[in-house]
């Protein structure tokens, strides 16, 4: 079982103690790329976030929870360093890249609060005719989540998957030692999430609960009104904190629940036991981001492009840099 494992492993890892575990292989690609990545995207965000006026309120319960997260995952990535079994490498691989992610995601939320304050007017009208112009009708769609109770239910789980997914492709990553494939997924959602950012400053919109709805809201989905209420106070001033507790999605177009989605199913492809789960579980969410997300479908469409962009930029990237380091061998 064991040899299984890591049957396909053609690295050596020559600074781990057992002689076994060495055959489980150094990724190609160095967590410094990552590291190097996030260290530039916490300075390009502080510094929107000054110019902004925006900080982040420490005395709530979501700082705290998110603090002790990350300070335990990377305790544990700490204790691990020196890994004597295959449990304690796969433990230092999952909270390595659980650590990385979280502070991605975290930084791609606080971007886009400054972002927001940085942008004028909304783009509703452009996006509703374009949705006409494709045969949406996303009143229609409300409608008919208004009149079934479960389709309501289901359609809110499904899409808080957007959580869930990314810790069952890092415990699968970690458990199958694909630490090259981890990385390369968290290099594409970091860049995935920078594009969606530059995007929303382009493309700022109330969502189509808040533009095409009118009179009272018998059902009010995941997203809320957010987009409507806290884009304005972002601008005018009267929201100068970020309360981690409440953290909102101030992104409509492009949809990021579309970008993430793409990128989760397309990291999934490769591990069989997981593509298909990931598959269906995605689905299901991308079906929900239109109401639950307030999206128009042509946000869905620009979330598309982003991912798909972002997956080729990548790739493309790590062929220069492979064909570079075969040149200098």
């Known amino acids: 079982m064991t040899l299984q494992i890591v049957r396909d492993a053609v690295w050596l ?11 489980v292989g150094r990724p190609r690609i160095p967590v ?14 502080g510094v929107m976030m000054r110019r902004a006026g925006i900080g982040v309120s420490i005395a709530n319960t979501g700082f705290g929870l998110s603090a002790f997260a990350l300070g335990t995952l990377a305790a544990l990535r700490i204790a691990a360093h020196r890994p004597a079994t295959l449990g304690q490498y796969r433990l230092r ?7 990385l992610f979280v502070v991605t995601c975290l930084l791609g939320v606080f971007a886009t609060y400054p972002a927001a304050a940085a942008t ?45 997914s990314p810790i069952i492709l890092m415990a699968a990553f970690a458990w199958t030692h694909r630490a090259d494939e981890a990385r390369e997924f968290l290099i594409t959602f970091w860049l995935g999430a920078m594009l969606t950012v530059l995007l929303f400053m382009r493309l700022p919109a109330e969502g189509p609960l808040a533009f095409l709805w009118h009179g ?35 992104v409509c177009a492009p ?34 981001t239109p109401i639950e997300g ?16 972002a997956i080729v930029l990548v790739k493309a990237g790590l062929r220069l840099l492979h064909q570079y380091e075969v040149r200098t061998a």
């Open 255 to 288: 949809s990021f629940h579309t970008v993430s989605a793409v990128l989760y199913m397309a990291a999934a492809w490769p591990i069989a036991r997981l593509r298909w789960p990931m598959i269906a579980i995605n689905v299901a969410m991308l079906m929900a």
């Open 93 to 99: 691989d999952f909270s390595e890249h659980m650590f």
């Open 120 to 164: 004028a007017g909304f783009t509703d009208p452009m996006l509703a005719r374009m949705d006409s112009a494709l045969h949406f009708d996303w009143i229609a769609m409300y409608r008919v989540v208004l009149e079934y109770p479960m389709l309501r239910t289901a359609s809110s789980i499904a899409y808080s998957m957007i959580y869930v």
């Open 216 to 250: 009272p809201i018998p059902y009010m989905p995941t997203s809320a009104l957010y987009q409507e209420q806290m884009i304005p106070a972002l601008r005018d001033h009267s929201l100068r904190a970020i309360d981690m507790t409440a953290l909102r999605g101030l």
């Open 294 to 309: 307030t999206h128009y479908l042509v946000d869905m469409i620009a979330g598309l492009f982003v991912a798909v962009m």
């Open 13 to 23: 890892d020559h600074s781990l103690p057992n002689p076994f575990l060495r055959k």
């Open 32 to 45: 410094s790329c990552v590291l190097v990545g996030l260290a530039l995207s916490c300075i390009i965000v």
